[in-house]
C-alpha cells in the first residue's frame, strides 16, 4: 500500500471547491442529502410505492386474504379443459389445484419476500465478512478468499443455486441457501473494491496518522464509508432473488407441495394451460416482474443519489 | 500478446482445480451414499458394492480426488443414472442445439442491443432516450421462462383476435416430417451446407421465439452499458478536441466516440455467456428443444448426479473460455490492457 506523502495533493479534489452546493443538503449528513434527493426522483417514488404496497401485502396476508390459502377446497370445480373464472365468490377465480386465485396471490407475496429477504441476508453477511476480511486484512487472507470467489464466479449463478439446492434436498430452506450462496461473490467483491478505494483517502491517512489501529481505522473508518454501493446492490439483488426463486421453482426445486401459495411455482403449474386459462400464467408473472422492477427502481434511484457525480 | 494470452490461461487453471475439489466434495456431500447417489434409487446392493469400488469411496477423500481427476483428464466423465449413456456423449448431443440458440440469442441482442443504447445516448433526454431506457429495465425485471411463456401465447399459439399472428412452430427444433440430413448437428448450418433450403428455413422459424426469450435479458443489459457508456466517452475532452478541429460528426461518432465505447460493451456481451447458458436450461424447457439445457433440466428433476457434475464442470470450462476470449480480445481492441 502506498500512502500519498503529505503536500504531494490528493487527485480526490476539495469536496467544497465544486459548484455551489445545493443550500437545502449544506451541513446534512450522505444519507439525507441521498434521502432529499430520491423524494424528488419519480421512479424512486414508483418504486418505493411498488415495494411498500408488497411488503404490506405479504405482511398483512392473512387480513387481505378473503380464504385461507392452499386448500384446494374447491377442487372438484376444476377440470383437464378448465378451470372457472371470476365470480363472486371468486374475484379472480380458482387456480390449477381448486384454491382461490387471488387467496394463492396475495400469500405468494408473503413467500417471495421471505425467501427474497433472508436468502439477500444471507449472501450479505456471508459476502460482506469476506469482502471485509480480503480488504481489510489484504495479503495472503485476500489472495485466498478473492481466488475462492472467483470459482464460485466460474458457475453461472442459477447453476449454483441448482447444485446447492439439489444438495441440500426440496424445502424453501435449501431455496434459501441456494439463493444466498449464489450471491455471494457479488457482495465479497464489491464491498473488498469499496474498501480497496477508501484504503488511499485522506481521512484513512489522518487516522493511520493518528496512531489508530488498522482494526479500529477499518471497522469505524473505511467500513460505514464503503456501504453504500453495497445497500444498493442489496435493493438490486432482492429483485433478482425473487425472480431466481421462481426459476428454482420452475426447475423443480424448493417447497415440493404443489398446492403452496408461491408465484413462481403458481406459472410453473400453469405451463400446460396456457391455452386454456392464460390467466393463471398471466397473473403471478405479471406480479413477479413489477415486484423486481419496484426493487430495481428504488436500487438505481439510490445508487445515483449517493453517488457524487449524479448531484445536482 | 502471446505472453498476455499464456499468463492470462493460468490464472484459469487454478480456478477449474478448485471448481474440480468443489464438485467432487459435493457429490461426497450429498444426503446418503455418495455410490447411491450415482447409481440412483433403483441400484441393486451389488453395483452400489460395485461402484463403491470402482470409485473407490471406500477409500481416504485425497485418494478419491486423484483417482477422479484421473478420470476426467481421460475424458471419463460418469455416465448418467438414468438412460446409462457417457456423460461426455450426452454433451456432445446436446451441444449443438444450444450453442445455435445462444448465438442466434446474442447476435439478436447485439445487433438491436448496440445501436438502440448509442443512438438512446446521442439523443440523451429526449422521449426516445426514456423510451429504450425503460424498455430495457422491462427486459431486466421479466424472468425468462415468463417472456418465453408470452412469446409462445401470442406468437405460437395466438390469442383471440390476434390469432394471425401466431406463426411459429411451438416446439421443437424442426419439424418431423423434414426428413433432413444433420452432418454436424447445427440444423440450420446443416439446412445450408446440404442445400436443402426448406430444412434451413424450417430449423430457423424453430429458434425465433427461444432465441427472442434468451436474448431479451442481454438486449437490455447491452443498451445500458452502450448507453452509459457512450454517454461517458461524449463528455470527455479528446471529444471536445476532435469538435474544435471540425472534424465531420460522423469521424468523431465511428473513430473517438464508438470505438471507446465499445470497450465495456465487448466484456458485457463476453459475461452475458453464462446468462446465456443457464438461461438455456429454462428456454430450452419451455419451447421443448433438446439441449444442454433440457438435459440439465432433465438431470435436476431426476437428481442425476454424474450428469449435474460433468455438466457444470464443462459449462465452467466454457465460461472460462469464453472469458479468456473476452480479454483477449480486449487486449487487441485497447492496446493499453497488454502492457498493463
Redesign the interface.
Given at each position: 500500500m502506498t500512502l500519498i506523502a503529505p503536500g504531494s495533493g490528493s487527485p480526490v479534489g476539495d469536496p467544497f471547491d465544486g459548484p455551489t452546493a445545493h443550500a437545502e443538503e449544506r451541513g446534512t449528513s450522505l444519507w439525507r442529502g441521498a434521502f432529499a434527493r430520491l423524494r424528488r426522483d419519480p421512479f424512486a417514488i414508483l418504486g418505493a410505492v411498488i415495494v411498500l404496497t408488497f411488503v404490506i401485502v405479504a405482511l398483512a396476508a392473512p387480513l387481505l386474504a378473503p380464504y385461507e390459502p392452499a386448500r384446494a377446497q374447491w377442487g372438484n370445480q376444476v377440470t383437464p379443459g378448465s378451470v372457472p373464472g371470476p365470480s363472486a365468490e371468486h374475484l379472480l377465480g380458482l387456480d390449477a389445484f381448486g384454491s382461490d386465485l387471488l387467496t394463492q396471490l396475495i400469500y405468494g407475496a408473503r413467500q417471495s419476500l421471505l425467501i427474497g429477504v433472508v436468502s439477500t441476508l444471507i449472501g450479505l453477511s456471508v459476502g460482506a465478512t469476506i469482502g471485509l476480511l480480503a480488504g481489510g486484512i489484504g495479503g495472503w487472507i485476500d489472495v485466498l478468499l478473492m481466488r475462492f470467489v472467483d470459482i464460485l464466479l466460474s458457475i453461472p449463478s442459477l447453476l449454483l443455486a441448482v447444485s446447492i439446492a439439489a444438495a441440500l434436498g426440496r424445502t424453501s430452506t435449501s431455496v434459501m441457501i441456494a439463493i444466498g450462496v449464489a450471491q455471494v461473490p457479488i457482495f465479497a467483491r464489491l464491498l473488498r473494491g469499496s474498501l480497496l478505494a477508501q484504503r488511499e483517502a485522506d481521512y484513512v491517512l489522518a487516522a493511520t496518522s493518528l496512531g489508530l489501529r488498522r482494526r479500529r481505522v477499518v471497522m469505524n473508518h473505511m467500513l460505514p464509508n464503503s456501504l453504500g454501493p453495497v445497500i444498493v446492490q442489496a435493493t438490486l439483488v432482492l429483485a433478482t432473488a425473487i425472480i431466481e426463486v421462481a426459476a428454482l421453482s420452475y426447475l423443480g426445486l424448493g417447497e415440493p407441495n404443489p398446492t403452496v401459495a408461491e408465484w413462481g411455482r403458481m406459472l410453473v403449474k400453469s405451463q400446460d394451460r396456457l391455452e386454456t386459462s392464460p390467466q393463471l400464467a398471466l397473473l403471478p408473472g405479471t406480479l413477479i416482474a413489477v415486484t423486481a422492477l419496484g426493487f430495481t427502481l428504488l436500487g438505481e434511484a439510490l445508487r445515483e443519489a449517493l453517488d457524487p457525480k449524479f448531484r445536482r | 500478446m502471446l505472453r498476455f494470452v499464456v499468463r492470462r490461461l493460468a490464472l484459469t487453471v487454478?480456478?477449474?482445480v478448485?471448481?474440480s475439489i468443489?464438485l467432487f466434495l459435493?457429490v461426497r456431500?450429498?444426503?446418503g451414499d455418495p455410490a447411491r447417489a450415482l447409481l440412483g434409487q433403483r441400484a441393486t446392493a451389488e453395483s452400489v458394492e460395485n461402484v463403491t469400488r470402482l470409485y473407490g469411496f471406500d477409500r481416504p477423500l485425497h485418494e478419491q480426488y486423484f483417482t477422479y481427476i484421473g478420470a476426467l483428464l481421460q475424458g471419463n466423465f460418469g455416465s448418467s443414472t438414468q438412460t446409462g449413456q457417457p456423460v461426455v456423449e450426452l454433451f456432445k448431443n446436446g451441444f449443438p442445439a444450444t450453442a445455435e440458440l445462444a448465438f442466434c440469442a446474442l447476435l439478436f441482442a447485439a445487433v438491436l442491443g448496440i445501436p438502440l443504447g448509442y443512438f438512446a445516448a446521442r439523443r440523451h433526454g429526449t422521449p426516445l432516450d426514456n423510451l429504450t431506457v425503460g424498455a430495457s429495465?422491462?427486459g431486466?425485471?421479466?424472468?425468462?421462462?415468463?417472456l418465453a411463456?408470452?412469446l409462445?401465447?401470442v406468437f405460437a399459439?395466438g390469442?383471440g383476435p390476434l390469432d394471425f399472428l401466431g406463426v411459429f412452430p411451438t416446439a421443437g427444433r424442426q419439424d418431423a416430417r423434414i426428413a433432413a440430413t444433420h452432418p454436424t448437428g447445427f440444423y440450420v448450418l446443416d439446412g445450408i451446407l446440404t442445400r436443402e433450403w426448406d430444412a434451413a428455413w424450417n430449423a430457423l422459424k424453430h429458434l425465433v421465439l427461444p432465441a427472442v426469450a434468451l436474448g431479451t435479458i442481454p438486449l437490455a443489459i447491452i443498451v445500458r452499458i452502450t448507453r452509459a457508456a457512450v454517454l461517458d466517452v461524449t463528455g470527455e475532452d479528446y471529444v471536445r478536441t476532435a469538435e474544435a478541429k471540425g472534424l465531420l460528426q460522423g469521424t468523431i461518432s465511428r473513430r473517438h466516440v464508438l470505438r471507446n465505447a465499445l470497450l465495456p460493451v465487448v466484456t458485457t456481451v463476453g459475461l452475458q455467456a453464462?446468462?446465456l447458458?443457464?438461461?438455456a436450461?429454462?428456454t430450452e424447457?419451455?419451447f421443448a428443444r433438446n439441449g444442454l439445457g433440457s438435459t440439465?433440466?432433465n438431470a435436476?428433476?431426476l437428481?442425476d448426479y454424474p450428469v449435474?457434475q460433468g455438466f457444470?464442470l464443462a459449462?465452467?470450462l466454457m465460461?472460462?473460455l469464453i472469458n479468456l476470449t473476452v480479454d483477449v480480445l480486449y487486449g487487441v481492441i485497447d492496446p493499453r490492457v497488454r502492457v498493463s
Open positions: - | 487454478p480456478v477449474l478448485g471448481l468443489l459435493w456431500a450429498l444426503p429495465l422491462m431486466v425485471v421479466i424472468p425468462v421462462f415468463f411463456y408470452l409462445k401465447l399459439i390469442i453464462g446468462l447458458l443457464s438461461g436450461v429454462l424447457t419451455v440439465l433440466f435436476i428433476t437428481l449435474l457444470i459449462i465452467a465460461y472460462a
